[in-house]
């Protein structure tokens, strides 16, 4: 089964900046994609931005230009960097990332447990 573990998550006042990380573990055979997802209340979980294992990334078009996903494949870690946050990016931050195990060797999706992002007007 994997694991991911985020952080990075915290209050930030408008314009500023935040980083987050998901690590990943657990028998993990290969990650394909990895993104970050976000869900503000009231709303529906949305993309913010993904990246597959060569290095592409696509991106919401509410964070292309502040935002930056990136990844290290050693480390089974992936990375949000949030510049100029505004405060509609408040929400519910999740980690998904698409892998396959040694026990399951279909591809599938996983999820981390959700970071709060708070920006504050």
């Known amino acids: 089964q994997v694991q991911l573990v985020e952080s990075g998550g915290g209050l930030v006042q408008t314009g500023g900046s935040l980083r987050l990380s998901c690590a990943a573990s657990?028998?993990?055979?290969?990650?394909?994609?990895m993104g970050w997802y976000r869900q503000a209340p009231g709303k529906q979980r949305e993309l913010v931005a993904i990246?597959?294992?060569?290095?592409?990334?696509n991106y919401a078009d509410s964070v292309k230009g502040r935002f930056t996903i990136s990844r290290d494949n050693a480390e089974n870690t992936v990375y949000l960097q949030m510049n100029s946050l505004k405060p509609e990016d408040t929400a519910v931050y999740y980690c998904?990332?698409?892998?396959?195990?040694?026990?399951?060797?279909?591809?599938?999706?996983?999820w981390g447990q959700g970071t709060q992002v708070t920006v504050s007007s």
């Open positions: 990246i597959n294992s060569g290095g592409s990334t």
């Open positions: 998904n990332v698409q892998a396959n195990t040694i026990t399951e060797v279909r591809r599938r999706d996983y």
């Open positions: 657990g028998g993990i055979l290969s990650i394909y994609t």
